[in-house]
């Protein structure tokens, strides 16, 4: 019996995730097969039922679902309850349960894949929206000296400072906040590169040994990692790792079987 997964979203067609889990599961030698779904914007649980009701044993969620999906589904792990955002969802028979795989998929190809530990270093995370929401906990989970939140609108950087005081040393405040400072690892978690835009970040923010991460993955260097190659920063690197390693876990939440991912990013950045 072949296992159907899937990942839902609108648009969907770009989705790497269908070529990334048949890596998976060639690799693995599990029987499963995986589609994308397109779903119309009103229609996410229609869509999401009737793929359970089809034999669906889970799925992924991209834009803009992933707030809907935090609201379906009836049971929460802790880190896709802190970013209030769910992008894996695994059927039961009684439960429906959703998980948020990005920030673990960011902290293992930070450190497992380009070997750059978190512990102990300054971090600045770019953005306060989704996607730094979902980010936060794995990265205050590897223990750095200190992670500060930094984004155009103070007000939302202090309300993640303060959603996520209990679990780690934060700081927040806007990019003017930042004159003056560095850090370790960079990473943008703004829509800025989706624009071919640059967040305003002051001069001198990179240290010698630093790390610039865009969270959006792209064939070239995006504004923000142009900058931080002029700026001296010694390490650049896209998403791409992370989506692959995010959906590593997602695959592990599924099937009980942790797939190898270096081959993997090695493949997806040789079809882009």
Not at 64 to 92: C, G
Not at 103 to 113: A, F, S
Not at 228 to 238: R, S
């Amino acid at each position: 019996m072949t296992d159907l997964y899937a990942v839902i979203g609108n648009p969907i067609a770009h989705s790497k995730s269908p070529f990334i889990h048949t890596e998976f599961s060639r690799q693995t030698g599990q029987a499963m097969r995986y589609e994308a779904l397109l779903a119309p914007l009103d229609g996410f649980a229609k869509t999401v039922n009737a793929f359970r009701q089809q034999g669906g044993k889970g799925m992924n969620v991209t834009v803009p679902f992933k707030l809907a999906a935090h609201k379906l589904v009836t049971q929460l792990t802790e880190r896709a309850s802190m970013a209030q955002a769910v992008n894996t969802i695994k059927f039961d028979e009684d439960r429906i349960l959703g998980d948020n795989t990005d920030g673990i998929g960011l902290e293992r190809d930070i450190t497992n894949n380009l070997g750059i530990p978190i512990s102990d270093k300054r971090i600045l995370l770019m953005g306060a929206g989704g996607a730094a929401r979902g980010v936060i906990l794995p990265l205050l989970e590897a223990n750095p000296k200190i992670l500060v939140i930094a984004n155009r609108t103070k007000s939302k950087a202090h309300a993640l400072h303060q959603q996520f005081a209990a679990y780690g040393k934060l700081a927040s405040g806007d990019f003017a906040d930042l004159s003056g400072e560095n850090f370790d690892i960079i990473i943008n978690a703004t829509s800025a590169s989706l624009h071919d835009a640059l967040p305003p970040l002051p001069a001198g923010i990179f240290c010698r040994q630093s790390l610039a991460y865009d969270m959006m993955y792209s064939q070239k260097l995006t504004p923000f990692l142009t900058f931080a190659q002029q700026q001296g920063a010694k390490y650049l690197a896209d998403g791409t790792g992370m989506l692959v390693e995010q959906a590593a876990e997602s695959f592990f939440l599924w099937r009980d079987v942790r797939p190898e991912t270096k081959h993997v990013i090695e493949l997806l950045k040789l079809s882009t």
